[in-house]
């Protein structure tokens, strides 16, 4: 966006359904099976099922298909793997995957594709494919390989930035602290695994494929198989959660569309569970150094955030740990940096709240650590060191409220009850610690496209290639369309998740409901303006409610109004507010947990969410958002650990019943307050992003409520029983 908007349609609530707590309009398809997800688009295809390599880095020395293919059912067995064992799941323009490598950098890593007439011939003639490998020694382990690591390319965070000087501040400071965290590598791991069915029709390419970002990752597919863009189409209308793993092109796609075309029949590929495990991406493991210096009174003289993370050879991602740490704090000596270490584990990318995620479990509980050692209250350390404006940059916030946050969560939680000194409050065996911290995310805005049409009687047809990952893409915009042409929730039909549509960003970043919101609100003001038109009327003054245009005292039906349906098409764009400005929405987390004081289990008893994100398009599915969110963090505090064999470096852990995700008895009690907002830089909507904020800093209040709890302060994560005692 350009210029900061005044006011926003939607401010006006003619219609009186934006940010109502709306149920789902996909709800009762998805609870009666009948929202079709990828896998289940036909009933009337070949099966292919992926073959992984067993080893962690080496080359493939020969295959043998033979047992393979006697087995009954089996069609072929597609080796060639050199097009598909590159794994571009980053996102962005990807180069095309480079032909004649035998090389293995990970177990797991794609090798064949065995097609079947039925699932159960594929897999059999899967297991039945030898394999020889010359296997080379490999690099498993962060530690071990901490020595060679090397400074990434710059990404949408720098790899490096300092100003001041930090060491300086440190030496000169009347209380530092100076610790380090280490979080596991973890798994995305979405309910539905990754699947496409591939068909051709003549040149073109169809794909219902379970994938987050449709327009970038067309344009990824043509560029895997080498052909037109215009010749891809990607369908997918329901997506069963991505947390990141599905940004990109997963590779059961790109092999399903050369086994096809070669094959002339549809293909189905699904991933096992372990094989979305160990083929898709993981979140890196981090190594992170936090240095605070302080004076006193608590005002920090100097932040240092220092992260090692991993990734294959030749990948640029790293785990942005330091992202959150830029702008949340004051400080004039700062250090943010990022190193890599490459390791033959699974391809690290992005995954839900890249960066804040792990990041704040550092800097929010290093936090915690300076705030007990200035004898100072957690909540009033961090108001002690909040900017007026960006810390960095020296620009303005767009919008701000993380006091406001804390000081709501502090009176809603009962935070006075707080014992300060740790282990002061036991119920029998069970030791009682309450914690917060703080929660940022950054607000982003990615170019999108809309199409909405009114017609004559009123009704509302919203078109974009935004997806809608369980998140409420659906609801949310049927309620922006419904609220600015004057339309009941129930007149408006959104179509999401087909590349025929209009170009949307997709559901990444949390950026979905912002930027494709963004162009839906675009779409309807220009059916307003020719509305307003029609009326004789300035767009300013008209109001569309329930079917009818309304202008000064005159009431005239839509019907009467147009000859036949009007369609518009909308368009946003990051610009110069997205440049002016730092955006990012806020939050606190309170948690209550109880540590065994034999046993050293804990149990979380419960967690407050404070939340300023803006104007919240729905309370409702944000409200889920927030408490996935929270859940999530639970897990990376509590649960959640990706166990590599440090021989080949291989997912031990590859299914969810060893991978532990929080689970109904892990979250008793969880609730969620919004603080109201608008932020009026960051799009017309007055929103900001909301999918990834409850993550951050969710884990880190856990922690902190941990170590209030008994005392101790573990800085491994997951902080599992056996590092409490
Ligand atoms: Mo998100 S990790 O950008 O799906």
Not at 381 to 403: G, M, V
Not at 416 to 434: A, F, Q, S, V, Y
């Amino acid at each position: 966006m350009d210029a900061p908007v005044e006011t926003s349609l939607l401010d006006t609530g003619a219609q009186g359904i934006i940010g109502k707590p709306l149920d789902r309009i996909d709800g009762p398809l998805k609870v009666a099976g009948k929202a079709i997800y990828a896998a289940e688009q036909d009933a009337n295809t070949l099966h292919g099922v992926l073959v992984g390599a067993r080893i962690g880095k080496g080359r493939v020395a020969a295959i043998n298909e033979a047992a393979t293919l006697a087995t009954p059912g089996v069609i072929r067995v597609f080796t060639d793997f050199e097009t598909f064992a590159r794994n571009p799941q980053q996102g962005g323009e990807e180069e095309a995957p480079t032909q004649g490598v035998r090389e293995i950098a990970y177990v797991g890593q794609p090798l064949a594709l065995v097609v079947a007439e039925n699932l159960e011939a594929a897999r059999e003639g899967a297991e039945a494919l030898v394999i020889a490998y010359e296997e080379e020694a490999g690099a498993f382990e962060r530690e071990a390989h901490a020595a060679e690591c090397e400074t990434p390319p710059d990404a949408s965070t720098p790899a490096h930035s300092s100003q001041g000087d930090l060491d300086r501040a440190m030496a000169d400071a009347a209380v530092t602290i100076d610790v380090t965290y280490t979080t596991p590598s973890q798994s995305n791991a979405p309910m539905e695994p990754h699947a496409t069915i591939a068909r051709w029709d003549g040149d073109n390419l169809i794909l219902h494929t379970a994938n987050q970002m449709l327009a970038s990752c067309r344009k990824q597919m043509a560029d895997a198989l080498g052909i037109e863009e215009t010749n891809v189409r990607l369908i997918a209308p329901y997506v069963g959660g991505g947390f990141g793993s599905k940004l990109g092109i997963a590779p059961e796609a790109v092999a399903a569309a050369l086994a096809a075309r070669e094959l002339g029949r549809p293909i189905k590929a699904v991933m096992s569970r372990p094989q979305v495990f160990e083929a898709t991406v993981r979140r890196s493991d981090t190594r992170q150094r936090i240095r605070l210096a302080a004076g006193h009174d608590g005002r920090l003289t100097a932040i240092g955030h220092e992260t090692l993370a991993s990734n294959l050879d030749g990948e640029d991602f790293f785990e942005p740990a330091g992202i959150a740490t830029h702008f949340l704090y004051a400080g004039e000596n700062r250090s943010i940096t990022h190193d890599l270490v490459r390791l033959n584990l699974t391809l690290s990318g992005s995954m839900r709240c890249p960066g804040e995620a792990v990041g704040m479990l550092a800097l929010e509980c290093a936090m915690d650590e300076l705030a007990e050692a200035l004898g100072m209250d957690p909540i009033a350390l961090r108001k002690a060191n909040e900017p007026e404006r960006d810390p960095e940059q020296d620009i303005p916030f767009s919008s701000r409220n993380l006091i406001a946050c804390m000081d709501r969560g502090a009176k809603e939680f009962g935070w006075d009850r707080r014992d300060p000194t740790p282990g002061g409050r036991r119920e029998g065996e069970w030791l009682i610690g309450l914690g917060m911290a703080a929660a940022a995310r950054s607000n982003l805005m990615q170019r999108s496209a809309a199409r909405v049409t009114l017609r004559r009687d009123g009704a509302v047809i919203v078109e974009t290639d935004m997806t809608d990952i369980g998140t409420g893409s659906y609801t949310i915009l049927a309620q922006i369309a419904g609220e600015m042409l004057g339309a009941p929730i129930g007149r408006v039909q959104v179509s999401l998740g087909d590349t025929d549509l209009p170009p949307a960003a997709g559901s990444g970043g949390s950026w979905g409901a912002n930027s494709a919101g963004s162009a839906v609100y675009a779409a309807c003001e220009a059916i307003r303006a020719k509305l307003a038109g029609a009326m004789g009327a300035s767009p300013g003054d008209l109001t569309l409610k329930d079917g009818e245009a309304i202008a000064g005292n005159r009431h005239v039906r839509i019907a009467d109004l147009i000859d036949g349906d009007l369609t518009e098409e909308g368009a946003i764009r990051p610009g110069k507010t997205d440049e002016a400005f730092t955006q990012a929405a806020f939050g606190a987390h309170f948690a209550e947990v109880a540590v065994n004081a034999v046993t050293g289990e804990t149990r979380v008893r419960r967690m407050l969410g404070v939340f300023a994100a803006g104007r919240i398009l729905n309370e409702k599915t944000a409200r889920s958002q927030c408490l996935g969110g929270m859940t999530f963090g639970l897990g990376a505090a509590l649960t959640e650990e990706l166990v590599h064999d440090i021989r080949n470096g291989k997912c031990v852990n590859h299914d969810l019943a060893e991978y532990h995700v929080p689970a109904n008895a892990d979250v008793p009690q969880q609730e969620v307050i919004f603080i109201e907002e608008r932020d009026h830089a960051a799009n017309p909507m007055l929103t900001k992003g909301i999918g990834e904020l409850g993550i951050s800093g969710a884990g880190a209040a856990i922690a902190n409520a941990i170590h209030n709890a008994c005392g101790v302060r573990v800085r491994d994560y997951p902080l599992t029983l056996d590092k409490l005692l």
